[in-house]
């Protein structure tokens, strides 16, 4: 099987069961160390419903990407301009983005935008930067996504859990969400460096799951340093420019929907 990254050759590794009934191989490339299925035919039964029912890290996770993606662009970034956030659910990111301040809006083809109505993506508007948040272990194609998201801006913030040399072994690795079937391609710290040289972009990591591809040289002690201090109450520090939009977002709805 050919590695959907870098087009050579993939060996299968190991095999697991996935949705307690389909036996899958996965394929691991030598070159750039990219993991995958075999082709998922499973999909249609996996995404029944676009978020896992058993899904209960959803608020906490959404908390925890806002604090860190608020430190990073406020730091490295114009706070002020237009963001997205790509894959973007029930619209929780960039409902809490909004209440920070930041002009957040939504995108995402296979979810229900509960939070973050008339704040939808439109071609016209040009991002300072991108979020895609769980979304790059879903890729059936992530070259080709990856080149969507880039058409859209050429900074992305993502996180996507990462593994070291080997891939963990199907027990050992929760990541590998084989209740679901939904997780179909993971990456290891050498895969995306290999894909921020494709796409001529620098790779900023925790080598753990948060990462950024930018056209911005960023040093990645700095990076990890800013990541750190979003955890510890510094966020005021970054936020300190921005005006929450909760109450001006209720205004302009109430005169579009007449939400109340
Ligand atoms: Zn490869």
Redesign the pocket.
Known sequence: MK?K????E?KEIFSAEIINKHNISYYF?P????LQTEDPYWLDEAYKSAIGKADTGILRRNQLFAKRSSAIISHFFDANNKFLDFAGGYGIFVRMMRDIGFDFYWGDPYAQNLFAKEFEHNKQYNYELITAFECFEHFTDPINQIQKMLELSENIIFSTRTFQGSPPKPTDWWYYSLDSGQHISFYSIT?LK?LAEKFKMHLNSDNKAFHMLSKKKINNLWFGAILKMSHVGFSRIFNYRLKSRTETDHELLSKRIGGN
């Open positions: 590695c990254i870098c087009n050579n993939s490339c070159n750039c160390n990219f895969t290999y």
